[in-house]
């Protein structure tokens, strides 16, 4: 089977991308990410090649030049929301990174 997605490039130029912005800024860049920062299962199924940690590997690229904060709906968290993927919930999820 031939991937359609090339993991390394994905994040050499999404890494090279974001340092670019954070030096057009000043060094402050404030990104908001869909989907899950890692074990993005989904996203793995659906463009073959794309690893369930790329948006993590690419964020310890920029390690030295990144702060993550982590935001969840609070009513996600007072209704127990649950991830499908791992059956634990959003509030769990942060724990677990």
Do not use: C, W
Request: net charge negative; glycine share 8%.
């Amino acid at each position: 089977m031939v991937k359609g997605f090339d993991n390394d490039k994905y994040l050499k130029i999404q890494s090279e991308h974001i340092q670019e912005r954070i030096a057009h800024f000043g060094n402050k860049l404030y990104l908001e990410l869909g989907g899950k920062l890692f074990d993005d299962y989904h996203a793995s199924h659906v463009l073959p090649g794309f690893q369930p940690d790329s948006k993590l590997r690419m964020f310890q690229k920029l390690k030295d030049q990144a702060e993550i904060v982590i935001v969840i709906s609070a009513l996600d968290i007072e209704r127990n929301k649950m991830r499908g993927d791992l059956g634990i919930t959003y509030d769990m999820d942060v724990i677990h990174i």
